[in-house]
């Protein structure tokens, strides 16, 4: 039989009569382990969501002539390879900033700039996929980072003030500001960025560092005039 047949058996956990139950439970171990991967639909949409970032506009001016699409491409390498870690329940805090990492330093970009699309298409993967199709949701939630960004970050400054926590970091979230008095996620470096996820899980009522982002969500609804 054919993968196919034997994938759809397992989604509706069905055992036919000629597969042994160690059959079966070897062939479900086999895909959940197996690499998956990004279909054509998912990476159009997550391109989608990269390019509303407008991240590119600021990473651009910095890449040398034909390094865009060379950037893209390694950019939605390290997702893919995420996102399988995430659908197979094994990926960890350490792989996101190791992707971050990569990025920054393979392209020479700030951590800052670099975090931005790896954590908001992560995301928007585990809201729209994975958490409707897993029960243990907490465990892989609690692993995600929330992706920084103005909006973000003034937020976070009010929400410190208004619950007197974290507030040494209000100085160092300051620090990041540029000549105009904004604030700059080109000036977060792993550092700051490490210290600005641990204050996100002091302050979001559920102590999730993902959680915070909903600020973001909201607002932009808001602004459209759609919530």
Known sequence: MGKRFYFILLAIDVIPDYVSSLEFLSLKLFFQEEKMGLDIYQKSVYLTIFNETMIMRVIGKMLPNGEK?????????????????????????????????????????????????????????????????????????????????????????????????????????KKIKNKENELRITNIDKCTYLKIQRCLEIISEDGMKISFDRIWDKKHLEDAGIL
């Open 69 to 173: 699409k060379s950037f893209k491409k390694r950019l939605f390498e390290e997702i893919e390879n995420l996102i399988d870690k995430m659908d197979n329940h094994k990926l960890k805090e350490k792989d996101i900033l190791c992707s971050i990492d990569t990025i920054s330093k393979k392209f020479v970009i700030p951590f800052g700039l670099a975090q931005k699309p790896i954590n908001t298409i992560l995301k928007y993967h585990f809201y729209l996929f994975y958490s409707r199709n897993n029960q243990n949701v907490e465990c892989m939630k609690k692993q995600l980072h929330c992706p920084l960004d103005s909006v973000v970050l003034n937020e976070l400054i009010k929400e410190i003030k208004k619950k007197q926590k974290c507030e040494r970091l209000v100085e160092l979230i």
